[in-house]
């Protein structure tokens, strides 16, 4: 994707990532083409290739965006907790219902977990002294492993709920989560 603060362009970039979330809740994502949707978002094909290289890359410019407001509300936090980490994860699910049930729809999941996978090493290490007694903060690889582990177990929550119709609130979700916590923790 290319780089540009240009107003104009970053409007069309809202207008291409809107249309392909409308268009994902139609009809499955492989079915969506450049020229449909371009004629969704009432805008040439030569602003979707100044703005995006594929209909892959609209999708991950929108997951940094998530991510990027996942980042900006855990950094609003002096300390963080599993508690307030896992509420804005369902928060930042429950405000983008639309763009997770197409992507649902379109059996693309995956894609968000593989950012999320390429992602959350990064966001622990931007938060990391904002995590008191995180486990194996000092350990390289055993801190790998735990981020993958804690990825894996909130990723099948998260799809679990999307493929249940994330009929469940934020809180709701957050409380069985940390109730997930408790028992992990009393099995220690």
């Known amino acids: 994707m290319n780089q540009t603060e240009n107003p104009i362009a970053l409007q069309s970039k809202k207008w291409i990532m809107e249309s392909l979330i409308e268009l994902m ?18 805008l040439g094909r030569r602003t979707f290739y100044r703005n995006f290289t ?26 963080l907790t599993p508690n307030i980490c896992s509420y804005q994860i369902f928060k ?3 405000n983008n219902k639309s763009f997770l049930t197409g ?8 894609f968000l977990l593989d950012e999320w996978n390429v992602s959350l090493p990064l966001i622990h290490q931007m938060m990391i002294d904002k995590i008191p007694n995180f486990p194996n903060q000092h350990n390289k690889t055993a801190l790998a492993y735990t981020l993958a582990f804690n990825t894996g ?10 493929s249940s119709g994330m009929k469940e609130t934020s809180e709701e979700m957050t409380n069985i989560v ?9 099995l220690v």
């Open 25 to 42: 809740n139609e009809k499955t994502f492989q079915e969506i083409t450049v020229s449909e949707l371009v004629a969704h978002a009432d």
């Open 54 to 79: 594929s209909k892959e890359d609209v999708l991950e410019s929108y997951l940094k965006n998530l991510i990027q407001e996942f980042i900006e509300h855990l950094s609003a936090y002096e300390i």
């Open 92 to 94: 930042l699910c429950s």
């Open 103 to 110: 992507l649902h729809k379109s059996k693309m999941l995956g």
């Open 153 to 162: 177990g909130v990723w099948n929550v998260v799809s679990k709920w999307i």
């Open 178 to 186: 940390m109730d997930l916590v408790k028992f992990k923790l009393m």
